[in-house]
């Protein structure tokens, strides 16, 4: 076992232990998927500290325990369509890759999607279809999705993303008037609308687009 796994499993076992996360099969994701690729050479020593790292374009990779609580919220089975928007560094893309049969994610910077794609299929994901553009538009094309995962904070949830939520169907999204004050939201589309849950508070990159 190298260096890089053992830590992954230390990370793992940690979350496990503290019950941060319940989700075996999230858990079984996380301990698969390596951090270290998605990150920048000279921090990928600190690839398993559970902490933020920034990335080019002025976003973040998210730490493990916050893309680990947003997964097991979605409740994924394995068999859901799965739209991602907020790309980054691919990260997440590849966890829910894991936990889906389809995933679309949407990175708005070129720079960061070209390298996301390049890793991605580098790292056997090749089936994660990784677009340029703007996210809070989703994927029409390929909607409905039973399952979105927005990876930036918005003042409010983008409309078409509602719309393009399958019925039985879950959103995850932070969502705050400013930075320092967004909140977790999880969005379930039911036959009679959409109903929200509010839940922790989350701090994540500003979400951009029309």
């Not at 996380?30 to 000279?42: G, K, S, T």
């Not at 973040?60 to 369509?81: C, F």
């Not at 967004?182 to 701090?203: F, I, K, P, T, Y």
């Amino acid at each position: 076992m190298s260096e890089f796994e053992r830590q992954r499993h230390e990370l793992v076992q940690h979350l496990r232990e503290r019950g941060d996360i319940r989700s075996e099969r999230v858990l079984a994701a996380l301990a698969r998927v390596p951090r270290e690729p998605f990150m920048d050479p000279a921090q990928a020593e600190q690839a398993y500290a559970n902490r933020p790292f920034p990335i080019p374009c002025g976003q973040t990779i998210s730490q493990p325990w916050i893309v680990a609580r947003m997964l097991e919220l979605l409740e994924l089975s394995g068999d859901e369509r799965a739209l991602e928007v907020g790309c980054g560094s691919g990260y997440a893309a590849a966890l829910l890759a894991e936990l889906a049969r389809v995933v679309v994610t949407i990175e708005r910077h070129a720079p960061l999607a070209d390298t996301a794609r390049e890793r991605l299929r580098g790292l056997g994901f090749a089936g994660v279809e990784v677009r340029c553009g703007d996210g809070t538009l989703g994927a029409a094309d390929s909607a409905p999705f039973d399952a979105i995962l927005v990876s930036a904070g918005g003042t409010r949830i983008p409309p078409a993303l509602k719309e393009q939520l399958r019925i039985g169907g879950r959103m995850v999204i932070p969502i705050g008037p400013r930075t320092e004050e967004q909140r977790l939201m999880r969005v379930m589309r039911r036959a009679d609308g959409w109903h929200e849950e509010s839940l922790e508070g989350v701090r994540f990159v500003p979400l951009v687009g029309s």
